[in-house]
């Protein structure tokens, strides 16, 4: 079973910042993965925020750029979000995401997911 495992959410003021971390179990081969961050705020749907290929080319959702920084550290199998400015709006569930797509088929997985409060 391949577990994604996100920490370093909370409650954080307007302004603030906060470092997502999403450790991968090592029953895959993580280099070879794209890692992506996604968000889903009560009533809304999930969506990307942020996400890196292997080869450690990043993209970002319109209303992050600038704010947030996706990074990853293949020899510690883990992702990384770094969220400055924070805005409420920003409060949401935020999920971490791996995904590989070979010839022989796709391999998707997601973590439980890490509350992230932006709130004075």
């Known amino acids: 079973q391949v577990q994604l495992v996100e920490s370093g959410g909370g409650l954080v003021q307007p302004g603030g910042s906060l470092r997502l971390s999403c450790a991968a179990s090592?029953?895959?081969?993580?280099?070879?993965?794209?890692m992506g961050w996604y968000r889903q705020a009560p009533g809304k749907q999930r969506e990307l925020v942020a996400g890196i290929t292997d080869g450690g080319r990043t993209n970002y959702a319109d209303y992050v750029k600038g704010r947030f920084t996706i990074s990853r550290d293949n020899a510690e199998n883990t992702v990384y979000l770094q969220m400055n400015s924070l805005k409420p709006e920003d409060t949401a569930v935020y999920f971490c995401?791996?995904?590989?797509?070979?010839?022989?088929?796709?391999?998707?997985?997601w973590g439980q997911g890490t509350q992230v409060t932006v709130s004075s």
């Open positions: 995401n791996a995904m590989l797509a070979t010839t022989s088929g796709n391999y998707n997985y």
């Open positions: 090592t029953r895959i081969i993580f280099n070879r993965y794209i």
